[in-house]
């Protein structure tokens, strides 16, 4: 009988959906993980995404830790007491060499930047771009709603509308974005709370303005160089500090998608 705490797995990408997937399957007893990461992570939700590592070179999150390892401790990666090691690796180019038993595309890039069938025994996909049974074994769904969390073994999930999932009745309001390419500053963090109509960043000097009041849920570092377009910060309208520092129901119904995923496949074996 296989030990699922045996079971080594790699996630691409470490941001906050993929830090909700990490928690779930450190939690149900699964120690065998590495993320990967780009060397400049984008998670606005920065409080609850282990990309923090990459930054500070350790991160703690709702009581679980996760550490940058280098290129040289990647060929042994797996047992680390208990904490999450994340590499920074964005092309996935280590994942052939440790020949993990599952792959898990957690990058959110609405397409597939890379990750193949072949790529681990079982190879999941978080939200559109992939396709069950063709460039991945299965595919969790990411659009908020009825479907959010569900594994779909044929065919695709909801086609990426463009719009952000509905909190508090706001939408894509919600959300703070690039207005143009070039750097982004601020003086503001996680957890202030702000104005509709309040400048709260700029990008090349252009005022990056609060649309509703509420929150900072989530917001990049300060001199950080940004596209024009680029996700900078979320703003909750519902105003509870409490919800920065864990991760989002959204985030925690995917990782059980997941949970569900590898469980399932291990116990049709």
Not at 223 to 242: A, M, N, Q, S
Request: a positive charge.
């Amino acid at each position: 009988m296989t030990d699922l705490r045996e079971t080594t797995i790699i996630l691409r990408g470490a941001g906050d959906l993929a830090t909700g997937v990490a928690l779930r399957l450190h939690r149900a007893g699964f120690r065998n993980l590495l993320l990967l990461e780009r060397e400049h992570p984008l998670a606005v939700r920065r409080l609850v995404s282990f990309s923090e590592a990459v930054t500070l070179g350790a991160v703690c999150v709702e009581g679980i830790r996760a550490e940058r390892i280098t290129v040289n401790e990647a060929d042994s990666p797996w047992r680390r007491d208990g904490v999450i090691p994340v590499l920074v690796d964005p092309k996935g180019k280590s994942i052939a060499g440790l020949g993990p038993d599952v792959v898990i595309d957690a990058i959110l890039a609405k397409r597939n930047t890379g990750t193949r069938i072949d790529d681990a025994k079982l190879v999941i996909g978080l939200g559109p771009g992939f396709t069950a049974g063709e460039d991945v074994h299965c595919v969790i769904e990411t659009m908020r709603g009825h479907g959010l969390g569900r594994v779909i073994s044929r065919g695709v999930p909801l086609a990426d509308t463009g719009v952000p999932g509905s909190i508090g009745g706001y939408t894509g309001e919600r959300l703070l974005r690039a207005p143009k390419t070039g750097l982004f500053i601020t003086s503001r963090d996680i957890g202030d709370r702000v104005q509709e109509g309040e400048t709260v960043a700029t990008v090349a000097g252009t005022p990056v303005i609060a649309r509703i009041s509420g929150v900072l849920r989530g917001l990049l570092r300060t001199d950080t160089p940004v596209d024009r377009g680029t996700k900078l910060g979320d703003i909750d309208p519902r105003g509870k500090t409490d919800f920065c520092r864990t991760a989002s129901d959204k985030a925690m119904a995917i990782g059980g998608g997941v949970l569900e995923a590898i469980c399932g496949w291990y116990n049709r074996k």
